[in-house]
């Protein structure tokens, strides 16, 4: 399978999970992110990061490969629905975290596929790079990436 990620260009051919609180996992927590095509990683990195940011930088895009064969965990909408209608807003990161980190923590898997909060019906894949299995992720590719003008480049 293969999955997408936008990241700095200086990130972009390692597999490395910055710690940084995200919508799955909390502040420490290593955590990849990436996206199930190549423009919905695109579409994640406009909702979170601003003009400014993005005209501040060089992106790359790193496509990531895991065999078929691989467990991948997923969280299914229905669940998160069920948890709060609204799981997909900011204010109910709390909700998502606590299953991110306890993935993390229950290491089941190296992957999991979790809803896109941004497009219906699309998956983010997240990696869990102290998983045993992690080491049977690999980035394939790695080119530039500039984000179209058009789409939220205003400072």
Not at 99 to 127: H, M, T
Not at 141 to 149: A, E, H, I
Request: aromatic fraction near 10%.
């Amino acid at each position: 399978m293969l999955v997408y990620r936008i990241t700095q260009t200086k990130f972009a051919n390692s597999l490395v999970a910055p710690g940084f609180a995200g919508r799955w996992n909390s502040e420490g927590e290593g955590m990849i992110y990436t996206g199930g095509s190549a423009s919905l990683s695109c579409l994640e990195v406009l909702a979170h990061k601003s003009g400014a940011a993005l005209n501040s930088g060089k992106f790359s895009m790193a496509v990531i490969s895991f065999d078929d064969s691989l467990l991948v965990e997923e969280i299914k909408l229905e669940k998160l629905q069920k948890l709060n209608k609204e799981w997909f807003k900011v204010l109910h990161y709390p909700i998502t975290q606590k299953l991110g980190n306890e993935w993390l923590f229950n290491q089941n898997s190296a992957v999991l596929k979790v809803p896109s909060a941004i497009v219906d019906r699309e998956y983010n894949y997240l990696l869990n790079p102290q998983h045993p299995d992690f080491s049977k992720i690999k980035v394939l590719d790695v080119k530039p990436f500039d984000f179209d003008t058009r789409l939220k480049m205003d400072v």
